[in-house]
């Protein structure tokens, strides 16, 4: 739907509900805000919030992977936040992928999977990136639950249509909504304008918002350690007018953060807030960089997670987001701010494990697979195995078998599990597969030692995904540990007893 002229007939209404859910309904979204300045959107997307006042369309599309049906997830109401019971529902008991992010503009610049570029990793992405996994990113907005779209690396999403976004040297503005905690060093968590090619055609052939540390290909970095917001314009990550270090560009992570980048001729400019509270600051309003940014030779693709080129080693979340026709004023980024601000995006503790974590309770996970319920998660050596273990087996089968649940070391609503016998060594995934090893400070580490809990897909007991791979669970495939996912390209990903391998009997502790 197309927000239209009847905005006043709805008033009446939209004020009763706001009064009975203490929401700001009928007030103006960031699309209403940006046409009202002259700079209207031309691609809008969000899994959590309408962005138009009058928005009832579809938000994004969910897949079941058991089944591959699909349903389109839409506001609770005009303008609202999405219909998160709808969610739920569909995926309860399965896994679920996010497998479009609509366009509530009127273009048509649907977000899709994204097809093979010029570059790109693993199988998945000899065809296409892989799809977010639905409930990696949990999140509060005005109130009520909603998911954001989780990019874990390899993840993408793209629109090749262009339709009404900024060509060449053409003025555009783009924001979005990030989790400023989620974020690697890797290329390119973008959101933005880009080449309607998959490859990279060249410099200022693209122009996107970036989040995180920097590809260390270019030497572009902000003040501090990062992450920071930068502009991806095609061979160069640019904080400012140069791609070197911007001292005004200050690192950003703030559990929820606003980026700003826009452009015109011969000037552009990056500004940034923190998306829970308060204004936006300018980290940068200039000149356009030389040697073939000036003029820009923009695509107008819209791609979100991946670099122009499908470049999909980076991480990051995305809650919303728009691109302009038009350089919006400074005026206009401030409005739609505040009503960010006013959306009210809130963390949240989805799922909680009746576990004491404080002192790191020990606890076994029991096998649900029929015919092994007598075998444990256990660990031989650095390898992540499934053993059969009774309550007569000896005590050093037991504590192999025996893991301390404690607060996520990469995420604090999700959990990590350290060795009984090995103290510092805790579970963690390589990306397919799990190992047990020493887990130091740093943060691809604590991360990857991260699992959240949701209830057993089989209906018993619990099953854990990975945080950085919300698409991937902890599973057993012929006696080993996995990080498999349901249906996916490699052996151990296989939909043969899937929801019954990853379901977990946490016992507290003991053996049957
Ligand atoms: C939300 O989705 C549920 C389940 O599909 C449906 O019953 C309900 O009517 C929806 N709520 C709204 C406000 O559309
Ligand atoms: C944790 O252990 C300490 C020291 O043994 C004890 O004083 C404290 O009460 C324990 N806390 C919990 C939540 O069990």
């Known amino acids: 739907m197309v927000p239209g002229p009847s905005a006043k007939r709805t008033s009446v209404l939209a004020f009763g509900l706001a009064a009975l859910s203490g929401t700001l309904v009928g007030a103006d979204r960031p699309c209403d805000i940006y046409k009202a300045g002259g700079t209207p959107c031309v691609a809008a997307h969000s899994t959590t919030r309408a962005l138009y006042q009058e928005y009832t369309g579809p938000l994004y599309l969910l897949t079941r992977e058991c089944d591959g049906s699909h349903l389109e997830i839409h506001p609770s109401e005009a303008g609202g936040v999405a219909n998160v019971s709808a969610h739920d529902e569909h995926c309860k008991g399965t896994t679920c992928v996010i497998s479009m992010i609509h366009d509530q503009s009127s273009s048509g610049n649907h977000l899709m999977q994204a097809p093979k570029g010029g570059a790109g990793l693993g199988p998945e992405a000899l065809y296409f990136d892989s799809l977010a996994g639905a409930s990696g990113a949990p999140v509060s907005v005005s109130g009520k639950n909603a998911y954001g779209v989780f990019i874990a690396p390899g993840t993408g999403y793209r629109s090749n249509v262009a339709k009404n976004t900024a060509k060449g040297d053409e003025p555009q503005g783009m924001y979005a909504v990030l989790d400023g905690t989620h974020y690697n060093g890797k290329c390119c ?31 572009g970095k902000g003040e501090g350690s990062g992450p920071w917001i930068m502009g991806d314009l095609e ?13 005004k560009n200050p690192t950003i992570d703030f559990r929820f953060v606003t980026a700003v980048v826009k452009g015109q001729p011969d ?35 819209v791609i979100l997670g991946i670099g122009g080129d499908n470049s999909n080693w980076a991480q990051g979340t995305f809650y919303e987001g728009a691109v302009t026709s038009g350089f919006p004023s400074d005026e206009t980024d401030d409005k739609v701010q505040a009503d960010i601000v006013t959306a009210k995006y809130q963390r949240v503790f989805v799922s909680e494990l009746k576990i004491d974590t404080r002192n790191g309770s020990s606890v076994s996970l029991q096998i649900t697979t029929p015919g092994f319920e007598n075998f444990y998660l256990a660990h031989d050596g650095e390898t992540v195995k499934m053993l059969e273990v009774t309550s007569s087996s000896d005590y050093s089968l037991k504590q192999r078998a025996s893991w301390r649940v404690q607060q996520g070391r990469g995420e604090e609503t999700c959990y990590s599990f350290e060795s009984v016998d090995k103290p510092g060594h805790f579970i963690r995934h390589h990306e397919h597969w799990l190992k047990v090893d020493l887990n130091l400070n740093l943060k691809k580490d604590r991360e990857d030692a991260t699992f959240c809990s949701q209830p057993g897909l089989n209906g018993r007991g619990h099953t854990f995904r990975a945080w950085t791979y919300p698409a991937r669970y902890i599973r057993h495939v012929l006696g080993r540990g996995y990080l498999a996912s349901n249906g996916g390209p490699r052996d151990q990903d296989h939909k043969l007893s899937f929801s019954d391998d990853v379901s977990f009997i946490l016992h507290n502790p003991g053996f049957a």
């Open 235 to 247: 061979n160069g990550l640019f904080p400012g007018r140069k791609m070197n270090k911007n001292k």
């Open 189 to 219: 968590f973008d959101y933005g304008n880009a080449e309607t090619n998959n490859r990279n055609t060249g410099n200022g052939h693209m122009e996107a918002i970036y989040f995180g540390k920097g590809d260390g290909f270019g030497k």
């Open 267 to 301: 000037n552009w400019a990056i500004r940034g807030g923190n998306a829970a509270d308060g204004a936006l600051s300018t980290y940068y309003n200039g000149q356009r960089p030389k040697k073939g940014y000036n003029p820009m030779s923009k695509e107008g693709a």
